[in-house]
């Protein structure tokens, strides 16, 4: 069988919006926006993010989803974004409307770590990649 990880989807008030804050406060272009506005890709590296709007999920899920939400804690997910200068990446970011959720540290194994949430709720981590420690 060949499977490999495609994807993540997010689900948002507004795709359009969202994609917008991604390459403003990322730089990360639009792979795919659909004429109604209601899913988006964008180009993140090897992995695509995409954005789904909240009619589109509550069509695909009968029973609903939980919203993120800025006024309420995050879920216990998170998209990580690796870089070499986790620093400017964090204030460039938050210059363009992302959220600081906690200081970048280094971790013990040497990682420099920071949290930030998008303008939707979800948490997006910006670190360093992680050194072969063998």
Known sequence: MDIQYAYTILY?????????????????KQKLLTPEN????????STTIAFANFELGNSNFRKGFIKSNLNEKPF???????TSDVEKVMRDAIKNGAELLEESVTK?????VGYLRDLNGFIIEVCTPIQNQG
């Open 12 to 28: 948002v008030k507004d795709v359009p919006r969202t994609m917008e804050f991604y390459n403003k406060a990322f730089g990360f």
């Open 38 to 45: 209601d899913y988006g890709e964008i180009e993140s590296g």
């Open 76 to 82: 216990g997910i998170e998209l990580a974004l690796t």
């Open 108 to 112: 013990p194994w040497g990682q420099q």
